[in-house]
């Protein structure tokens, strides 16, 4: 078996995640895009403090890295990653 680079991850549904791509050397893997995941990481802290709102986080997303993820696709990032809103607020 081949060794993993770093920073791959295993396919595990149909949608690739934004960030990644399929990796073309190493079947059945998502090959990381530093870009969009240093793009999201931005985008996720402003969501998070509550600067911008989650369309204007996917409208730039789209505009800095080129692919499209939905307000509601990062909303569930978001929500996965650092809980629900109310969560966060201590709600």
């Given amino acids: 078996m081949k060794d993993i ?6 396919r595990k549904t ?3 995640p934004f ?21 999201l ?15 204007m986080g996917s409208d730039w997303l789209e505009y800095k890295t080129g692919r499209s993820i939905s307000p509601r696709g990062l909303q569930k990032h978001i929500d996965i990653k650092y809980g629900r ?3 966060r607020l201590g709600e």
């Fill in 19 to 39: 960030g990644y791509k399929l990796a073309d050397d190493v079947k059945g893997y998502l090959e990381p895009i530093q870009v969009e995941i240093e793009s």
């Fill in 85 to 87: 809103r109310s969560e």
């Fill in 14 to 16: 149909s949608t690739i």
């Fill in 41 to 55: 990481q931005l985008i996720e802290q402003m969501i998070v403090g509550e600067e911008i709102s989650l369309q």
């Fill in 5 to 10: 680079p770093e920073g791959f991850i295993r």
